[in-house]
């Protein structure tokens, strides 16, 4: 489990200081902490700065090539239009006010790709947080007598500041005591998961209220439904009443109305889940494309009950207007 440590403070004072991070990392419950440093893209993409550690954490082996070395390689997610051995050259900004050439001369090799998190990160080229210190000026964190070896021990005199550190205990009940430790004037430490488990709980407040819904919907159409067949039997009754003229029995008429119910119910149930199916995955995509977030909105086995629910309850009270058809006046259908 991670949390993230981040300044609440004005813009005076920004970043987490070398002292925080080498109290974070010094803690005996902490196995991983991996800084954060963002604030420059590549084609709509977010570099972020971090550490070799954080990449093995968040997406085990690599999919494609190794992790970055040297302040010059970057490793890019897995959705991230950059292939192995490409270069590139990072705009300072996001979105429309990213500055393109505000880093001339600053590039970077891609030399690996992460497998699919399914998150966002998907998303984002990470680098050494040593090359987004660089590029904006700042010392590298390693002190004066650095050999370009990135990745920690950080010098806390020569740590720069980043705008959060994300922390993973060994232990479940550390993230906790974490959490309440560092969570203090100028520093708060937050589960992520725990905001994902809110949106959730939202989420599915809302599945509840659609699911209601849903459910007075079909009680309106099946209202609709049996509305319009009882219309269509005195649109055809003088047909069905030249069938019994014929000799049809009335259940030979209760039949056929009956049929001709259940066909238009069930072959529009099945519409309905077919229609219903392409439009999730059509949704689907449209909110991870937006949210770089993978949803795999699936119709599941609660669904295909309620429609199978529906079509039952309608079937079965199709037979009233077949029953109504089956027992009307025969020659006064014929007069009509």
């Not at 590029?135 to 021990?153: F, I, N, R, Y």
């Not at 705008?163 to 550390?174: C, F, H, K, M, R």
């Not at 005195?234 to 000799?247: D, F, K, N, S, V």
């Amino acid at each position: 489990m991670l949390f993230a440590a981040v300044y609440l403070q004005p813009a005076d004072v920004p970043l987490l200081s070398g002292a925080v991070y080498e109290e974070v990392t010094s803690h005996e419950r902490v196995s991983i902490a991996a800084p954060l440093a963002f604030g420059d893209t590549v084609d709509g993409a977010p570099v972020v700065g971090t550490t070799e550690g954080f990449i093995d954490h968040l997406a085990g082996d690599l999919a494609e090539g190794r992790s970055f070395a040297s302040v010059t390689e970057a490793v890019a997610g897995a959705r991230v239009p950059l292939a192995v051995g490409a270069t590139f050259e990072p705009a300072h900004g996001v979105g429309a006010a990213a500055e393109e050439g505000a880093h001339e001369g600053e590039r970077l090799t891609v030399v690996g790709r992460m497998a699919p998190t399914g998150s966002p990160w998907d998303r984002a080229v990470l680098v050494p947080v040593e090359a987004v210190w660089l590029v904006h000026g700042l010392a590298s964190g390693h002190g004066a007598d650095w050999d370009g070896t990135v990745g920690p021990p950080f010098d806390a005199a020569s740590f720069p500041g980043t705008p959060a550190i994300l922390v993973s205990a060994e232990e479940l009940w550390a993230n906790y005591a974490l959490r309440s430790e560092f969570t203090r004037d100028n520093v708060m430490a937050f589960f992520p998961g725990a905001v994902l488990s809110r949106l959730h709980g939202l989420l599915g407040d809302v599945r509840e209220v659609m699911s209601v819904l849903a459910v007075v919907t079909q009680v309106l159409v099946a209202a609709g439904v049996l509305t319009g067949l009882v219309i269509l039997t005195q649109l055809y009754a003088q047909r069905l009443a030249l069938l019994r003229a014929l000799g049809a029995p009335a259940r030979f008429v209760l039949g056929l109305v009956w049929c001709y119910a259940a066909t238009l119910i069930l072959g529009g149930a099945l519409l309905g889940v077919a229609v219903g199916w392409a439009a999730t995955v059509v949704l689907s995509r449209v909110v991870t494309a937006r949210t770089d977030v993978l949803v795999t909105a699936h119709i599941g086995w609660s669904e295909l009950h309620l429609v199978a629910g529906f079509a039952t309850v309608a079937v079965t009270l199709a037979l009233l207007p077949a029953l109504v058809a089956s027992s009307r006046d025969v020659v006064g259908d014929l007069r009509g």
